[in-house]
């Protein structure tokens, strides 16, 4: 079974520095992918930035970044120049390639508060 | 191009009732997902609809069920509501391989 773990149920950091959210997964699969979803208040779950298993690239949209580590399981989000609209949950999410059932398996996620 | 929209925004009913949550998906989009987020907690599946089909079901008992329609909208109903089944209900859209993009969610509460 696959499993991802968010070991920061939250953290806080002031605006404008830069702040890097863990997380880890569990699978036997060699293709998939890998999300950061946003939560908001306002409760719309926004995705933030993907990643496919097989590109050895990280990821990068904007000010949000990726460190992605195949081989520890592990998929960290780095935010910088942190701003206060980027105040939400943020959620680890992880999706098999190629499955006839293509649910997203989450984590618990991190609360992310950008204070001023 | 129209996002994902789900209706109502919140409902409030009792145990034993049934209810039936409604989205739309994006334009373009053939698949929709259904998911149960309890307050402080990351989403659960429900189940998957692919071309009016379910197409993988969570851990969720039958009393849960949907549909899609041709335009590829969906249906999730809840019958015999127990208290247990308070939470945010989300709505995800996407090509069958493709990222979800969700709706604003219906919150339902269970008194």
């Known amino acids: 079974a696959q499993t991802v773990t968010q070991s920061q149920p939250e953290m806080s950091v002031q605006e404008a520095e830069t702040v890097t959210l863990s997380c880890t997964y569990d699978t036997s699969e060699s293709n998939y992918y890998l999300f950061w979803y946003k939560q908001p208040p306002s409760r719309q779950m926004i995705l933030v930035i993907r990643q496919e298993a097989y590109k050895q690239q990280n990821a990068t949209e904007n000010r949000f970044s990726v460190n992605f580590q195949k081989a520890a399981k592990s998929f960290s989000l780095k935010i910088s120049d942190s701003q206060l609209g980027d105040t939400a949950m943020y959620f680890c999410a992880f999706k098999i390639w190629g499955d006839s059932n293509y649910q997203l398996i989450w984590g618990a996620g991190t609360k992310l508060i950008i204070k001023p | 191009e129209t996002g994902v929209t789900q209706s109502p925004t919140h409902l409030i009913k009792t145990r034993g009732q049934q209810v039936t949550l409604r989205c739309s998906s994006q334009?373009?989009?053939?698949?929709v997902s259904w998911y149960q987020q309890a307050l402080g907690q990351g989403p659960q599946f429900i189940f998957q609809?692919?071309?009016?089909?379910?197409?993988g079901r969570g851990n969720f008992p039958p009393r849960f069920s949907g549909l899609q329609f041709p335009n590829y909208s969906s249906e999730l109903n809840v019958n015999a509501l127990e208290l247990d089944d308070s939470a945010l209900y989300l709505c995800?859209?996407?090509?069958?391989?493709?990222?979800?993009?969700f709706g604003p969610g219906t919150r339902l509460t269970v008194l």
């Open positions: 609809y692919y071309r009016e089909e379910e197409n």
């Open positions: 334009s373009g989009h053939n698949t």
């Open positions: 995800a859209s996407s090509n069958r391989r493709g990222s979800q993009f």
